[in-house]
């Protein structure tokens, strides 16, 4: 006798909370959008706005004030995403500079010497930073703004001590500056056009911080210290380890800007650089970056150092004052902060099984 065996009925779908987004949805969940479509409309207002806007020379000064920012951006960027500031970052460009050149003046010893010297010092103060913010407890911004001050003031005061004066001498002559000049300041020409050597720095450096975001282990281990810092620690995330190394690649990327600095111009003022923290901060969370952590990408803070660079200078190329921009880097912030908390609960959501 047959029988007919019957088909096992199939299990029923778990029921699941999750969001189906749409396309649109979906983009709008990305860290950098907000940051694209208003650097879109910012580069078309100053293309009508001032005609000489329009010329290849002034999109490549563009590019180069952009990258100046642009490169501390990529590492207070990466800090930001693990949940934490630094406020020393600005002021410390110029003492890297101001270290290898007063050395080497004083002592007369080669550029390369000097320039290793201030690597490790920078180094050791990005360390100094992450290990008493890590060690102590105390929030990394009031480590950082002590940081901030000691260096101002010793800048200023050993300048002065030193040279008589608040600015260095003329490095032009002391042996090194060439080969330093071209590994730090140099620059070729596009026809007609100058393209700085920190231009392709800037974007070496976002590509490196994008692939290390997102393709390597220390990226998630970033992001995991940047959102949750406990349930990181939990997992078996090394979390000292992490925000340490966080800190002296600002410190790193901050020496090489202050390369750049004295190599282009030869000599540096002592009292420059406050300030510029704002700068990397601002480029950082007008790029997508959440000032709580654990969110934003690298293009996210590149397009935002593009947006500093645009309005700095087309400001500049209008003929406006330009106390301007400091008003338009203020409503930036806040537009920046609002729209990056709308993208973050698009981020949030999950779609339906």
């Given at each position: 006798m047959s029988q007919t065996l019957e088909a096992p009925a199939p299990?029923?779908?778990?029921?699941?909370?999750?969001?189906?987004?749409?396309?649109?949805?979906?983009?709008?969940?990305?860290?950098?959008?907000?940051?694209?479509?208003?650097?879109?409309?910012?580069?078309?207002?100053?293309?009508?706005?001032?005609?000489?806007?329009?010329?290849?020379?002034?999109?490549?000064t563009v590019l180069y004030q952009s990258s100046i920012i642009g490169i501390v951006a990529v590492?207070?960027?990466?800090?930001?995403?693990?949940?934490?500031?630094?406020?020393?970052?600005?002021?410390?460009?110029?003492?890297?500079?101001?270290?290898?050149?007063?050395?080497?003046?004083?002592?007369?010893?080669?550029?390369?010497?000097g320039a290793a010297l201030s690597l490790v010092f920078c180094l050791a103060l990005g360390f100094l930073n992450g290990y008493l913010v890590m060690k102590t407890g105390i929030?990394?911004?009031?480590?950082?703004?002590?940081?901030?001050?000691?260096?101002?003031?010793?800048?200023?005061?050993?300048?002065?001590?030193?040279?008589?004066?608040?600015?260095t001498p003329d490095i032009s002559g002391i042996d090194g500056f060439n080969s330093l000049q071209s590994v730090f300041s140099s620059?070729?020409?596009i026809g007609s056009v100058t393209v700085w050597g920190s231009v392709i720095w800037w974007i070496f450096f976002v590509a490196l911080a994008a692939w290390t975001l997102h393709r390597t282990r220390t990226g998630n281990w970033i992001y995991a210290v940047g959102g949750n810092l406990d349930s990181a620690r939990a997992v078996g995330v090394p979390v000292?380890?992490?925000?340490?190394?966080?800190?002296?690649?600002?410190?790193?990327?901050?020496?090489?800007?202050?390369?750049?600095?004295?190599?282009?111009?030869?000599?540096?003022?002592?009292?420059?650089?406050?300030?510029?923290?704002?700068?990397?901060?601002?480029?950082?969370?007008?790029?997508?970056t959440l000032l709580t952590g654990g969110f934003g990408n690298m293009v996210g803070v590149a397009i935002g150092a593009f947006i500093f660079g645009m309005t700095s200078l087309g400001i500049i190329y209008a003929g406006w004052d330009p106390?301007?921009?400091?008003?338009?880097?203020?409503?930036?912030?806040?537009l920046a902060v609002l729209v990056n908390l709308y993208v973050k609960r698009m981020s949030t959501a999950r779609k339906v099984g």
């Open positions: 299990a029923p779908s778990e029921p699941t909370n999750r969001v189906r987004l749409g396309l649109a949805q979906r983009l709008l969940g990305r860290p950098e959008i907000g940051a694209l479509v208003a650097a879109v409309i910012i580069f078309i207002f100053f293309l009508v706005a001032a005609p000489s806007f329009r010329s290849a020379e002034s999109f490549f590492g207070v960027g990466l800090l930001m995403i693990g949940g934490e500031f630094d406020l020393s970052a600005g002021v410390m460009v110029y003492t890297a500079g101001l270290v290898t050149s007063m050395f080497c003046w004083y002592y007369g010893v080669n550029l390369w010497i929030p990394s911004f009031l480590i950082t703004l002590g940081t901030f001050f000691v260096l101002q003031g010793a800048n200023l005061g050993v300048t002065k001590l030193v040279t008589g004066t608040v600015s620059s070729f020409k000292i380890r992490t925000k340490i190394g966080l800190f002296m690649t600002v410190s790193f990327l901050a020496w090489f800007v202050g390369m750049h600095q004295l190599f282009r111009f030869n000599t540096l003022q002592s009292g420059s650089g406050v300030g510029n923290e704002f700068l990397y901060i601002i480029a950082a969370v007008v790029g997508g106390n301007w921009f400091k008003a338009f880097l203020g409503v930036m912030l806040l």
